[in-house]
């Protein structure tokens, strides 16, 4: 076998294995969102719990989970009988990941765990399994096979663990009604986080680098005020400053080669009308899908008075953080 012709192997067996375990979901899943849901309203934590593999995998998880509002931690197995149960508390939600099910390390974990009101959701495949028959929820990971050649390594069953795991922070971030918003606040150094907290006006260039002209004026003039702005376009007002057109160097690139006056032209006559325009306190996101959605370089800032305040330059986003 090819190289190539092994890794399609392996995709091809790891989605045979999302496919089993997306048909073996069932009303357990439900009681598990919904159990996480009542933990958390209750002030609770979810506290993932995993040896090996599973337990990297369980990493994962909980790094999704508190990533988008619902709060949890790692426990070792190990270390949890020498001090670190301390971390539990009355009314927590043990998440636990075993593929066998009997994972020695897990399974001497679990009489001490019984100790406190916690209640448990165990992630296998051995729905009879010591760890399953002492959980209080349990959902099936059972896959028809490893990719390893061997059957041995754990490759298939991690893949469908933590598709599972994030199925179920989803299906908790829909039930608790988290929102954009809230993932800003949890993400506020990263792109996503800036670009839902900041507001246009945090963004937008403004004064002296904001070229706007009259539409009395003609290219020629409009250009210089481009060039001072060092900006590739210019709002146009009418008397009253209220935005009427925007005209661009593409726009300029596009009539010179037929029309040998355009420089002498008023803006009024060459400019486009209606232009993309977005609100000072509109959130930056809102740019980035106008730059996603349309093909421009550049957006136009107004107030409610729809007078242009700003421009929010695509090439500015990449120094910004937001793209």
Avoid: W
Wanted: aromatic letters at 2%; hydrophobic letters at 45%.
């Amino acid at each position: 076998m090819t190289h190539l012709a092994r890794a399609r192997a392996v995709f091809d067996i790891e989605l045979a294995a999302l496919k089993a375990v997306r048909a073996q979901l069932d009303e357990a899943f439900t009681r598990a969102v919904e159990l996480v849901v009542e933990t958390l309203r209750q002030r609770g934590k979810i506290v993932v719990v995993g040896i090996g593999k599973s337990g990297n995998i369980g990493q994962k998880i909980a790094a999704t989970l508190t990533s988008t509002g619902s709060t949890s931690v790692v426990l070792n197995s190990v270390d949890a009988l020498h001090g670190d149960l301390g971390i539990i508390n009355d009314g927590d939600l043990i998440l636990a990941l075993s593929y066998s099910g009997e994972t020695e390390e897990l399974l001497h974990l679990l009489p001490a765990l019984k100790r406190f009101p916690v209640k448990i959701i165990s992630l296998t495949s051995a729905l009879k399994s010591t760890l399953a028959r002492h959980s209080d929820v349990v959902l099936n990971v059972k896959v028809p096979r490893e990719a390893c050649p061997f059957n041995l390594a754990p490759t298939a069953s991690t893949t469908a663990m933590l598709a599972l795991g994030d199925a179920l922070a989803m299906a908790v971030l829909d039930a608790r009604g988290f929102k954009e918003h809230d993932f800003a606040k949890h993400h506020p150094s990263g792109a996503i986080g800036r670009a839902l907290l900041l507001r246009v006006k945090d963004i937008m260039r403004r004064e002296d680098r904001n070229a706007v002209a009259a539409e009395s004026l003609t290219v020629k003039e409009a250009l210089l005020v481009m060039t001072r702005a060092k900006s590739g376009s210019v709002s146009v007002v009418n008397a009253r400053g209220k935005l009427v057109g925007v005209f661009t160097d593409g726009d300029l690139r596009r009539r010179m080669g037929s029309d040998d006056h355009v420089l002498a032209a008023r803006l009024a006559e060459v400019m486009t009308r209606k232009p993309i325009c977005i609100r000072e306190d509109d959130l930056a996101v809102e740019a980035l899908k106008i730059f996603n959605e349309r093909n421009i370089d550049d957006v136009i800032v107004v107030n409610a008075r729809k007078e242009p305040v700003g421009l929010v330059d695509s090439q500015d986003l990449p120094k910004l953080k937001l793209m």
